[in-house]
């Protein structure tokens, strides 16, 4: 019974060990923003990004509701939904990639890493390679991830009609902001 | 000793299995765990369906300006410039005062009335979570005052008698993207009826919705039918000379504006004036060409709150 007990106790040890288990938060933030000479700032909020990070392999993945994002201007954020991203008909975004220089990130020890994600972005039901330049946060054991990227509208079959075309830039910087905590 | 092995040897790898899972997957079944109320928006792109209030508010903190314009009937033939020559007109300020009320001010130059109602959303169409709800319901009541001279200033005259209220429930549903339907009961009351034979009350059911006809136009109509209900026995259930109120129009949506350009036989653009009140009768041509112009403002950052909890 005791050799049990024991063994058990071994088998918890090693699975807490694994400190890098598998990454998890429902509340990842991203933004994004339109560099345009316009009056009215294009810019929004999404602050329930779902995202996993699995430290052992560096897979990353995202989720994300359009409906989500807000604007300050209520009329932005229902055009946006109904005449940009129809998030009726494609109600998510997905991202599923690869920190592709993970060999020089300690998950174990605190810091700064910068960090490469290539992967495919999915939006407005067009998926696309892309690859994102940011950095992985160690702190007290806590894994938070950060990139930013430039997203082409024209890319995902977003168009902006011409009577606005001053209003919105073709190319939209996005900002994605996660801190992470072990799934449980 | 043997049987205790695999369970142990299964709780370390555990951890290992779990990730060789596609973590798309995992992504997926962690949103299905909390199924979220989606609440349905833009059934409408304007509070106005045509003449009368569509279910849609103005946005917390935001202010919509309306200019709405009638011209005159357009068998007035080329004299007339098939009615161009003449016009009504309504100018109007709606307000979001949360995501549920909505209040409104008004001026027509029909029978010089003002005009102001409070708009409340009891119900919002919504799918997913508990409690989701087909359709989406709103009551607005309205209180006009018509400000022309009295007809005979000999006689006694009471302030009241300038009074009219309507009240309406509107219960619309967003069937798809390209159609939306809503049905008005409405009720509108005259504090003062012209002739002895002429109701006070009056009854009526609407109904309208719109056909997308892509993402920035659409084909609205809109239908008010008085029901023939009159609570006082020897009084007609509709006013002398009226008909039923029929419009037919584009939702034209540029950015912050939105026009609408409709053809219809009611002339005022107050619930008594269209509901109770159209003497033109469409299918003989009585129809006048008109417009709404809806210009909204953010004023007030109201719109931030609503980003937190919806």
Sequence with gaps: MKKTVFLFAAAFSITAAHAQNMQMTKTGKISFYSRAKSIDKVEADNNEVLSMLNPQNGELAFSVLIKGFHFESALMEEHFNENYLESSKYPKSTFKGKITNLSTINFTKDGVYPATVDGELTIHGVTQKVSAPGSVTVKGGKIAASAKLQVKLKDYNISIPSLVADKISEDIDVTVDCKYEPKS | MKKLLLPVLLLCFSGKLLAQDDLMKMLDDESKKEKKKDYTTATFKTSRLINGHS???????????????????????????????????????????????????????????????????????????????????????????????????????????????????????????????????????????????????????????????????????????????????????????????LAVGFDIETGGHVFQLHFTNSTGMTERSFITETTGDFFKGDIHFGFNVSRVFTISNKSKSRLKKR
């Design chain 2, 55 to 245: 279910i849609e508010n103005a946005a917390p903190g935001v202010l919509d300006l309306k200019i709405s314009h009638r011209f005159g009937m357009v068998n007035k033939g080329s004299y007339e410039l098939f009615g161009l020559d003449q016009a009504t007109m309504r100018i109007g300020l709606d307000y979001g005062i949360s995501k549920r009320l909505m209040i409104g001010i008004g001026r027509s130059t029909f029978q010089k009335q003002y005009d102001a109602f409070g708009k409340f959303k009891i119900l919002r169409q919504s799918s997913g979570g508990r409690g989701s709800s087909p359709v989406s319901i709103s009551a607005v009541s309205t209180i006009m005052l018509k400000t022309l001279k009295w007809d005979d200033p000999k006689i006694q005259n009471y302030y009241t008698s300038r009074i009219s209220y309507a009240h309406q429930l509107i219960i619309a549903r967003k069937f798809s993207e390209g159609l939306s339907l809503q049905i008005m009961p409405s009720f509108v009351h005259f504090n003062l009826a012209q002739n002895l034979t002429d109701p006070n009350d009056i009854f009526a059911l609407g109904a309208g919705g719109r056909i997308k006809l892509s993402k920035r136009l659409s084909f609205n109509a809109e239908y008010y039918h008085v029901l023939p209900i009159s609570p006082v026995a020897g009084k007609n259930y509709m006013l002398p000379g009226t008909h039923n109120s």
